[in-house]
């Protein structure tokens, strides 16, 4: 058998095996987990490139709601508003290719401006983070998500742990969590511990805060002028005041939010039906303002543009791509670069630039932040760092940009 025949073989045997799980009924009533799903469709393919060397395997399965990682700043000269009709979104060919292997063949751009921890939790652009805050057990566990808050620091870690840090690094409040959002001015930020949404103004240092109880099958994943936006997996909702909610009747499940915008982007249909497509709705009444192959991830802080992938992926996506967030139109796309580099799913605005992390697709433990621009520009925007906890075979935490 060929390499070739080989590649398709064990990824006809993914796509299989992880429509599976997706589809499967959890303990809650749900599919599972899609955050494992990924995690193991990540540890999949790694493995396959280290065992075959080959170009890097698409799943087709959705992909986990991630966090909110909004910039500050905001521009409300031109946001986008509602179309009259849905429309199917083309996907142009690349806009730029690349020559050489691995990292080497990316052209060096000007370095990113935006805050973030690399791979060995050594911050860029900003303060140190307090030295694992909340203690020994968190000592050699990576970052996940963090934002300043109240002077000091939200901080979750891949153990599923939520800490809030005050200035002197002293523990405030901490227990199950993992999701930080914020508007997109950067003025309000919301976090979730447990089953529980608490919100205040990012700078204030004794303002006070608002808190909402949820229900188990509830997920925060975005922050609206309204308030905060959670999710059960099917449609959402927006916390309005303490103890309230709006419930918005809205086919989409949401993977993106955007304040300045006033839209929530994600997802429309199943993965049991094989009709999924990425879609934008307007937030306060849900109505789908556009349906196509890319599923929103990302928005600019002005809502004009987002960030998204292919919405059939999973793992590492096959590309990324800057779409017109009012038409879904895509402005500009990665070229395929699957024999060379797996994308990261963790993307950033920093300008016209939308900045996402990358590792070489042979194994190396090698990572850098990369970047492409509303002009398809692709440049490499930061050093390339090695990753002592990263294998062929399992992965690991990549850049982690702090969420504005």
Do not use: C
Not at 227 to 235: H, L, M
Not at 287 to 315: C, H, L, Q
Request: avoid cysteine; charge should be negative.
């Amino acid at each position: 058998m060929s390499i070739d025949d080989l590649n398709r073989e064990l990824e006809q045997r993914l796509r299989s095996s992880l429509h599976r799980q997706a589809d499967a009924p959890s303990e809650h009533g749900h599919g599972a987990d899609l955050a494992d799903v990924f995690g193991r469709a990540r540890r999949i393919r790694r493995r396959r490139t280290a065992l075959v060397a080959s170009a890097a395997a698409v799943a087709v399965v959705a992909v986990a709601v991630p966090a909110g990682v909004l910039l500050a700043g905001r521009d409300t000269s031109a946001p986008p508003h509602p179309v009259s009709t849905v429309s199917t979104v083309p996907t142009p060919a690349p806009t730029q290719t690349v020559s050489g292997a691995g990292l080497g063949g990316i052209t060096m751009g000007a370095p990113t401006t935006l805050t973030y921890l690399d791979p060995t939790n050594v911050m860029h652009n900003g303060q140190p983070l307090p030295d694992r805050a909340a203690g020994g057990d968190l000592a050699h566990t990576a970052v996940s998500a963090f934002t300043p808050y109240h002077g000091g620091w939200l901080i979750t870690y891949d153990t599923d742990r939520l800490v809030q840090v005050d200035a002197g690094g002293h523990v405030v409040r901490q227990g199950k969590g993992g999701t930080i959002v914020t508007t997109s001015d950067g003025m309000q930020t919301a976090w979730q511990i447990g089953q529980k949404v608490y919100a205040g103004i990012a700078s204030g240092m004794s303002d006070g805060e608002a808190s909402w109880q949820l229900t188990p099958s509830d997920g925060l994943v975005g922050y609206l002028s309204d308030g905060p936006v959670i999710s059960d997996g099917s449609g959402y909702a927006v916390l309005t005041g303490p103890s309230s909610r709006h419930e918005v009747a809205s086919d989409i499940t949401p993977s993106a939010v955007s304040q300045a915008a006033d839209a929530v982007g994600g997802v429309v249909g199943t993965v049991a039906k094989s009709d999924q497509q990425g879609a934008l709705a307007d937030a306060k009444s849900g109505t789908i303002y556009w349906r196509g192959a890319w599923r929103p991830m990302a928005f600019s802080p002005d809502g004009k543009y987002v960030g998204a992938i292919p919405v059939e992926d999973n793992g590492d996506p096959s590309a990324i791509a800057i779409l017109d967030a009012h038409t879904g139109t895509v402005i500009a796309r990665t070229p395929d670069l699957s024999s060379q580099i797996y994308l990261g799913k963790n993307m950033a605005w920093d300008g016209d630039r939308l900045v996402f992390d990358v590792a070489p697709a042979d194994g190396q433990d090698e990572q850098a932040l990369v970047s492409i621009d509303t002009h398809g520009r692709l440049e490499q925007v930061s050093p390339t760092v090695s990753n002592p906890n990263m294998d062929a075979f399992s992965g690991a935490a990549g850049f982690i940009f702090m969420t504005r």
